[in-house]
């Protein structure tokens, strides 16, 4: 049924537990943990077709929404940073599907190797239009959920993605479809511990980020869905949140966008800042990357 999760208390997204508890309340929504998987996710919870529809029209509440050359410019500064550790992972791949591609730097920096057939899903059309200009691949504009193409991939990733789909079961359905015996699933998403605060970010980003991993969220995604994790990195957030190329990374929201300019621009401040939230708040949240592999002839658990 697609319809937001509403009432006296709500029920977790993923386990359906009941056993839920207010987090926090950031630009008048709230974010609520369960007791059960240790799920992080906002309420009132929208179904699939709504939040669809949101990311097809740019719809995030009161968040700024990108233009395709400042989304692409700030893909290029984020892979920078990463591109090396998710390139590790697809040495030897022949197929690699980018889901949420954005405006397609991964699938370009991909593109360019030999043998490797690179495809991706975009649900805003025009960063679909414009992955597919600077990366030359295939970009779908179809709800992971509901991708279906009768080819499977060596390699899927979900950069920064899990957080914004909103059913669980069908994205893992589709992940067992699309992913060849053997392939794998590289995430890079965050993990909360149960200690974590509003202050740990400036601006949450919710309702766009529907949910976050709790530290015991993915051994319970694992055991319902039959993946195995065959690597994981926490890295606390705070030593990439005070990195230059971070600050130099346009966002959506102008006010952190005015603080991070000035941050960026000012001597000494950055180490100050780190050392002053690691002392108060750090270690709380993770960014975490993540690959897993499917368990054989092990289907989804509902």
């Not at 893909?75 to 591109?83: G, K, P, T």
């Not at 270690?283 to 989804?300: C, H």
């Amino acid at each position: 049924m697609d319809r937001e999760t509403t009432g006296a208390v709500p029920c977790c997204p993923l386990c359906g537990s009941r056993e839920t508890d207010t987090a926090f309340t950031d630009a008048g929504c709230e974010l609520r943990v369960c007791a059960e998987c240790d799920l992080f996710f906002v309420h009132p919870y929208p179904g699939s077709g709504r939040q669809h529809q949101m990311v097809h029209a740019g719809e995030y509440s009161d968040i700024e929404i990108l233009d395709c050359a400042r989304r692409y410019q700030g893909e290029r500064l984020y892979y920078e940073r990463h591109f090396p550790t998710i390139a590790r992972e697809c040495e030897g791949a022949r197929s690699l599907l980018d889901v949420g591609c954005g405006t397609g730097h991964l699938l370009e920096k991909f593109s360019t190797r030999p043998g490797l057939h690179c495809a991706g899903i975009e649900l805003n059309s025009q960063a679909a239009q414009f992955a597919r200009r600077v990366s030359g691949c295939d970009v779908y504009e179809t709800p992971f959920e509901e991708f279906r193409r009768g080819r499977q991939f060596d390699v899927i990733t979900m950069i920064n993605v899990l957080s914004h789909i909103p059913s669980f079961d069908d994205m893992f359905c589709s992940l067992r479809a699309a992913l060849r015996p053997g392939g794998k699933v590289i995430l890079r998403t965050s993990e909360m511990s149960a200690r974590v605060s509003r202050w740990n970010q400036f601006h949450w980003g919710i309702p766009d980020d529907l949910h976050f991993l709790g530290l015991r969220t993915l051994h319970f995604l694992c055991s319902k869905y039959g993946f195995a994790i065959t690597r994981q990195i926490r890295v606390p957030f705070e030593e990439e949140l005070f990195l230059l190329s971070r600050w130099r990374q346009v966002g959506r929201s102008p006010f952190v966008n005015s603080i991070k300019s000035a941050g960026a621009h000012i001597p000494g401040i950055l180490p100050a800042l780190k050392w002053f939230y690691t002392a108060t708040l750090g270690k709380r949240i993770f960014i975490s990357f993540i690959v897993l592999t499917p368990m054989e002839n092990t289907g989804v658990v509902k």
